[in-house]
């Protein structure tokens, strides 16, 4: 049976065509719930193509803004190239993807072929769940919860982060956040380290915003607060996870340390225009 593709650009219906799909890898598929329950409450425009054999959904394939990259779900070869096809076929720019590595280097591939464009690889990242929380000793400090006082704290941290090269996030959005209780801070007569987690979906929270000033780094806070958040998260009933840059050993053995383990790798492709 052909893959056949289905473009839509209502969350709502999105999520409820694929919601049983994407909940049996909640691990995997966390980016793409997330986003799109986040798109529900706060309306952004987007695109999401639902893949399809028959009745049954095999892939998602997420873009809001719609000058973002794609993100991508695994898929089968099939979906893939049913769903590259559709995309161009439309006549539809997509500056690049980001998915499971295997997924997204044949979409690039794909891609490169139908629109007779250039696709350059570009960040690696890994997938982590936490498996056995090890937490770490600490000499001093505790976690808290961030409040509306550390609002502009935040927001100087976040722009830092931001910087170095991580996900953009708007005032609103983190005011929005810090009220819900999803920031989080090491405190040592002040805030020394922070870190967050996503709208819990599928019973999987994913930690996230994970931030100390460089002068404050290398003295175990990050350490400190992503495992002290990670108890507390898995005291609530949830599970952990998080993405990793591969280019970063540091973040990658602090995690491992902590107990999370890998499930799966992702990486980034970025598209020139076609000649």
Same mark, same amino acid.
């Given at each position: 049976m052909a893959a056949e593709v289905r473009l839509l650009d209502d969350p709502v219906s999105a999520l409820a065509i694929s919601h049983e799909f994407l909940r049996e890898r909640p691990i995997e598929h966390n980016l793409i719930l997330t986003l799109l329950e986040q798109r529900i409450a706060d309306p952004t425009p987007g695109r999401y193509w639902i893949v399809s054999e028959g009745d049954q959904?095999?892939?998602v394939v997420f873009q809001s803004p719609l000058d973002f990259l794609a993100t991508l779900t695994p898929m089968s070869d $099939?979906?893939?190239r049913a769903a590259v096809e559709a995309i161009a076929n439309a006549k539809i720019t997509l500056p690049g993807v980001n998915g499971e590595v295997g997924t997204a280097a044949r979409f690039a591939g794909h891609w490169t072929e139908v629109t007779k464009s250039a696709a350059t690889p570009q960040q690696g990242q890994r997938i982590y769940e936490l498996r056995s929380l090890q937490l770490p000793e600490v000499n001093a400090g505790m976690l808290r919860p961030a409040n509306g006082d550390d609002i502009d704290l935040l927001a100087r941290w976040t722009s830092d982060f931001q910087s170095e090269g991580m996900p953009s996030i708007t005032s609103h959005v983190l005011a929005? &956040?810090? =009220?819900? +209780?999803?920031f989080w801070l090491w405190h040592l007569d002040q805030p020394v380290s922070m870190a967050a987690y996503s !709208?819990? !979906? /599928? +019973?999987?929270? &994913?930690? $996230?915003?994970?931030? !100390?000033?460089p002068e404050l780094r290398q003295r175990g806070f990050a350490s400190a607060c992503v495992g002290q958040l990670s108890a507390h998260l898995v005291s609530e009933?949830? &599970?952990?996870?998080l993405y !990793?840059?591969? +280019?970063?050993p540091i973040s990658n053995s602090i995690y491992r340390r902590l107990g999370? =383990?890998?499930?799966? /790798?992702?990486l980034r492709y970025s598209f020139a225009i076609g000649t």
């Open positions: 959904v095999i892939g $099939a979906a893939i929005a &956040r810090v =009220e819900a +209780g999803q !709208t819990v !979906t /599928e +019973g999987v929270a &994913r930690v $996230a915003a994970v931030y !100390t000033p009933g949830h &599970r952990c996870m !990793t840059d591969l +280019g970063n999370y =383990e890998a499930v799966s /790798e992702v």
